[in-house]
Structure formats: C-alpha cells, structure tokens
C-alpha cells in the first residue's frame, strides 16, 4: 500500500472542495457572526475535515468495489486493479473516519462534531450504501454530505447552527444535482453497464440537461436571496456573475445534451462552488450592504 494508492482512495480533489467549503465559512461566520476567529480552531476544522474527507472516500472505494470493476471510469482504482486489498481499504476508511471525529471532539465543540459525523453519515451510508443503487434521486439527497462539511465550519466559528449558517449550507446541497448529473451525462455508458440507475441512464440525455437546468435555475435566484438574510454587495456581486454563467452554460446543454458537450458543462459547473464560497469569505472581509 503506497502512498499514491493512499491519496488516490481518499479523493483529494473531493477533500480539497469541502475543505475550502468549511475554512471559508468559519472565516465568514467569525466576522459576521463572532467570536474573533480563533487560527488554532482554523487548524483543527482542516485537520478534521481532511480525516473526514479522506475516511469516507475510502469507505466509498470499498463498498463500490464490485461496480467499480465494471466502469471504465472506475475500473484502474486501487481495489479493482488490485493495487490494494478491500481489506485494508476497509480498515484505513474506519479509522481515518473514527479519527476525525474523535479528533474534532477534542479540538472543536459538540456542534461542529456533529455535522462533521453528519457528512460522513451521508456520504457513506445514505448515498453510497442506500441510494447510489437504487433511487434516482441518489445524488440530490447525497449532496446534503457537502453541506455538512459547510455548516461544520460555521459551527465551529460560533458555536452553534443559526438560519444564515444552515442557509449557506443548502447552497452546497442544490449545487450538487447540476454537477454531478453533467459528469452522469458524459459517462452515461459507465452507470448504464453498473445498473446504477443515475437520471441519464434513466430518463435519457435530453430530459437529464432540462433537470440540470431547471435546478440551476432554483439554485441562481437562492444563491441571490442570501443578501436578505444578511451577505453583502461582493458576494451578491459574485453570485450573479458565476450564477448566469452556470444558468446559460447548462441553457446550451439543453440545445446540445451530448456527452461531449456535458463534459464542458462540468467542467464549468466545478468551479462554481469554490467560486461561490470564497465570496463568502471576502464579503465578509469587506461587508457592506445598502
């Protein structure tokens, strides 16, 4: 077990989003909510939230091992290809995922641990272990394991989950649909070959980019809506910006639901909740509202 098998079951991509989801979000609630943010407390939701990250990839990796054998998307992984045992995948998701929580019950407080259980509760078990095979709407409720990840970070600036923290979290969760069904679209071949039933594979490509666009035409006017509830002119600003790229990308997907074009969609789509949030933190760093 080397450690290129290592990063590769604990998706680092995945833990390099939700890690940012999570700092800038402690960082916002810190200056629009309070205390002072506290650099040891910063310390600790990355440590945790990395632990956490990496855990539940891991256990993701092996309760996908079968299905993974059978996408060519999948197929070279460290199980499938033998380059690691299921066993000690199994064993590095437990206690990689024990750790973080342990190690957030130490470090931060009972709030911010319980959303950081939360996530990895959904991701392993409500997404991975009861959804992904047998519900179309697998992905839309998964995505609620990204949202953990956010209100982790703002509960461990405050203390607590207020409206304005639980709303911010949502924007993770209606971002989610319009991402991952585009990368659904582009290797529709792979989840129909697994039977997991993702919404191209059921209702086909066409209808797939009307439901990306639909939901990406929810998520732009949430997203604005925000600044009722106390976010300021940057980030209004930038939720606009990124938003209506977002909407008129996934607009022409609708004219044009190939898998080619669903990858430039995706592509575009992944950028945007990094986006997003990082306005968050610098509209809290320079507040102002009329």
């Known amino acids: 077990m080397g450690l290129k098998e290592v990063l590769e079951i ?16 402690m960082y916002a609630a810190s200056k629009l909510i309070g205390p002072e943010l506290s650099y040891s407390s910063l310390f600790h939701i990355i440590i945790a939230g990395v632990l956490s990250s990496a855990g539940s990839s891991a256990l993701n990796h092996y309760y996908d091992r079968d299905v993974d054998r059978l996408m060519k998307r999948t197929s070279t992984r460290p199980i499938p290809s033998g380059r690691m ?24 407080n009972l709030v911010s641990t319980f959303f950081i259980a939360l996530g990895i509760f959904f991701y392993v ?10 519900n179309s709407s697998n992905i839309v409720i998964g995505g609620f394991a990204g949202s953990a ?3 982790a970070g703002w509960s461990a600036a405050t203390g607590s989950m207020d409206l304005l923290g639980a709303l911010v979290g949502v924007l993770v969760f209606l971002w989610t649909p319009s991402h991952f069904w585009c990368l659904a679209m582009k290797i529709r071949n792979d989840y129909e070959e697994a039977k997991i039933p993702m919404l191209p594979v059921l209702v086909g490509m066409q209808k797939t980019s009307n439901y990306i666009l639909i939901n990406t035409a929810i998520l732009l006017p949430y997203s604005l809506a925000l600044y009722a509830f106390g976010l300021g002119l940057v980030y209004l600003a930038i939720a606009a910006v990124s938003g209506g790229l977002l909407l008129a990308y996934h607009y022409k997907l609708t004219k044009n639901p190939t898998p080619e074009f669903a990858w430039k969609a995706y592509k575009v789509t992944a950028p945007y909740l990094t986006v997003i949030f990082v306005g968050i933190a610098l509209d809290a760093a320079f507040h102002f509202r009329i």
């Open 125 to 134: 078990i409500v997404y991975t272990a009861w959804l992904k095979r047998s």
């Open 85 to 108: 045992s299921a066993r000690n995948v199994l064993l590095y998701g437990l206690v990689v995922s024990s750790a973080s929580v342990i190690y957030a019950v130490i470090t931060l």
């Open 149 to 151: 990840a956010s209100m």
């Open 10 to 25: 604990s998706k680092p991509r995945i833990i390099v989003l939700l890690v940012i989801t999570a700092v800038t979000s």
